[in-house]
Nanobody, 120 residues
Framework: QVQLVESGGGSVETGGSLTLSCVASRYASAMAWFRQAPGKEREGVASMSSRNGLTRYADSVRGRFTVSRDNGANTLTLQMNSLKAEDPAMYYC????????????????WGQGTQVTVTS
């Protein structure tokens, strides 16, 4: 069992920045951020593997979001810049034993989520 705790959500204006953090209770080779807006499917945002350093980003956030990982502290961070009206959602941290990726089925541990809101 791996417990995940997200933090850093909040409300920012369009074009602003926000940093999300996820702390895992134990080591997991793959960790990722997903998001889900009301009435929409959950989508992968960014992932990173500690085994090979592989990172992946959704096309909609590439160039604006940056994912990083502190393997010693089992912490995953998502730096979100230039936030848009399309970004508001509940953001979830996920962990698994696979080598990165943005496929939800590859992750079996999930956090409670942290809400991100964008105003204009």
């Amino acid at each position: 069992q791996v417990q995940l705790v997200e933090s850093g959500g909040g409300s920012v204006e369009t074009g602003g920045s926000l940093t999300l953090s996820c702390v895992a209770s134990r080591y997991a080779s793959a960790m990722a951020w997903f998001r889900q807006a009301p009435g929409k499917e959950r989508e992968g945002v960014a992932s990173m593997s500690s085994r090979n350093g592989l990172t992946r980003y959704a096309d909609s956030v590439r160039g604006r979001f940056t994912v990083s990982r502190d393997n010693g502290a089992n912490t995953l961070t998502l730096q979100m810049n230039s936030l848009k009206a399309e970004d508001p959602a509940m953001y979830y941290c996920a962990a698994g034993s696979y080598s990165g990726g943005l496929r939800a089925a590859d992750y079996i541990y999930w956090g409670q989520g942290t809400q991100v809101t964008v105003t204009s």
